[in-house]
């Protein structure tokens, strides 16, 4: 038996975490509720893509259909006080690609079930739902993902180090590759796009990646903002990842800017996020873009950056575990910014992934840091630039900066 779920005109039903579909045939059925949950695929094993051909009672798009991931796992759930009527069959639903609903045909439909009566515009085939066993694991203690640090150079096409409209297409899928992706100069167009046919790419950059958790670009002053009107963009600072973040990202700005390498014109500085582990231990990721340029002035804001990103670690991470990455501005082999840069390890605790591992670069200026905590270890196994993966069909490089892959050990600390 198969359940096929087409999303309704409101088009919300299964884009929260935990939602109660109503499967029964309608009120006084013997059918269990079932309480759906979103998940997330571990991968192991890999989720093989599988096609058919489904038919269903509208019969108005027959077809081959694709399910492409699980997507929720569903419970059979009764009232408090009562046992659902089989406890052991529980729901995998899996995301569904196939014909698409010809808007002319779309049925209309009542419904009734123990939580009334509604009537639905069918729209499109979004889920299939397979009766299935479930059996709870063990939890989990340790782990490890890898990590990429990447500025993607994401500045209008004439104006970026790079070639943005053609490079971003390329580098979305490759960022599939990686549990945690943090990316430097990403901004999203703003729509209605007041600096047309200037345009910038994050929208193309997230395209083709599959993570379950995305960050959501901060908007842009487009010159609105009283204590920096020359800013137009802001941080161009993203995340993605296969694990859980709390919804909260706090982003804060830079103090300070100077004009030398157009730092002025965004609102560059560092963002900060949890990212869960398992449940109840997480880890502080904080992503950033220091101040560019090579005047003694963009010597000075660095260092005033560096105190800033320090006392805000002081504030918010007080004894947590953390892990820093992007693009630090530092060419940590020379002065000033070796100074500058231990001090900030000196202060916060952090190690630099890149001096941990012995890597032969130790003066480049994107970085991976991090710190443990009494509760959870954080080790880095590999440090990498992917300088052979992030190249176009002749060879050449994606982006103005190499990005940085890294792959962190965890463990939680057992009383």
């Known amino acids: 038996m198969r359940f096929i779920f087409r999303k309704d005109a409101v088009g919300v039903v299964f884009w929260f975490a935990l939602i109660s579909l109503a499967t029964s045939a309608g009120p006084g059925s013997a059918l269990d509720d079932y309480k759906c949950y979103k998940a997330n695929d571990l991968k192991s094993p890999k989720f093989e893509k599988s096609s058919f051909v489904l038919a269903d009672q509208f019969g108005v798009n027959n077809g081959e259909f694709t399910a492409t991931r699980p997507f929720l796992l569903c419970n059979p759930s009764a009232d408090v006080g009562e046992n659902p009527e089989d406890s052991e069959a529980h729901l995998v639903c899996y995301k569904l690609k196939g014909p698409k609903l010809d808007a002319a045909a779309r049925p209309r439909v009542e419904v009734s079930s123990d939580l009334g009566v509604s009537q639905l515009e069918i729209v499109k085939p979004q889920l299939l739902c397979e009766p299935s066993a479930k059996a709870v694991l063990p939890a989990v203690t340790e782990g490890s993902f890898l990590a990429l640090s990447y500025n993607v150079a994401g500045l209008p096409e004439g104006i970026s180090g790079s070639h ?13 590759a990686y549990d945690l992706v943090l990316v430097q100069e990403s901004w999203q167009t703003p729509d209605p796009n007041p600096l047309a046919p200037l345009r910038v790419y994050h929208e193309l950059l997230v395209a083709d990646a599959d993570h379950a958790y995305k960050s959501v670009p901060a908007t842009h002053p487009l010159g609105n903002d009283p204590e920096r009107p020359s800013a137009l963009l802001g941080d161009g600072l993203n995340r993605m990842s296969r694990m859980f973040f709390l919804p909260e990202v706090v982003r804060e700005r830079w103090e300070g800017c100077h004009n030398s390498a157009a730092d002025c014109l965004a609102l560059k500085g560092f963002s900060f996020a949890r990212m869960v582990l398992m449940p109840g231990f997480s880890v502080d990721v ?71 591992l012995g890597c032969p670069q130790p003066g480049r200026i994107d970085k991976f840091l991090f710190r443990s905590s009494d509760e959870i270890t954080i080790t880095p196994t590999s440090w990498l630039f992917a300088t052979e993966t992030f190249v176009d069909g002749e060879g050449e490089p994606l982006s103005d900066h190499d990005p940085l892959e890294v792959r962190f050990d965890w463990a939680i600390t057992q009383d």
């Open 286 to 356: 904080y992503n950033l873009h220091m101040e560019a340029g090579s005047d003694p002035e963009d010597d000075v804001l660095r260092d005033e950056g560096i105190t800033q990103l320090s006392t805000f670690i002081a504030s918010v991470s007080e004894g947590r575990a953390i892990i820093v990455g992007g693009d630090f501005n530092l060419h940590t082999n020379t002065e000033p910014d070796s100074t500058q840069f231990q001090r900030l390890l000196t202060e916060t605790g952090l190690v630099d992934v890149c001096a941990a």
């Open 164 to 176: 943005p409209a053609t490079n971003t297409p390329i580098i979305s899928p490759l960022l599939n």
